[in-house]
């Protein structure tokens, strides 16, 4: 069951490396440090939208509009951050 936890533990990583790693180039776009005219670059922006967008609509729908700011990758990294939280403190059900 040890081995479960840590699966669970890897996942919920890579699922925030995945949004930080969106967060950051989004900004980097929008300032025009990338351009999505590199074949590298919107190789990688297009696939993490892929990715990311499945979690990220759902979390819009929710959200009240008209912020002016999309705030779907905080709730998604809180909600990471929450589970986390939940399976460490809970990991003696694992064992």
Do not use: K
Request: aromatic share 12%; charged share 10%; proline share 4%.
């Amino acid at each position: 069951m040890t081995s479960l936890f840590e699966i669970l533990m890897l996942l919920l990583q890579v699922a925030q490396f995945f949004i930080i790693a969106h967060i950051i180039m989004s900004w980097l776009i929008n300032f025009q440090v990338l351009n999505l005219r590199q074949p590298l670059v919107g190789q990688i922006w297009y696939g993490l939208n892929r990715i990311l967008e499945p979690a990220y609509s759902r979390i819009r729908s929710v959200l009240p509009q008209g912020l002016g700011l999309d705030l779907a990758p905080l709730v998604a990294i809180l909600a990471i951050y929450v589970l986390r939280i939940v399976l460490v403190n809970n990991a003696a059900m694992f064992y």
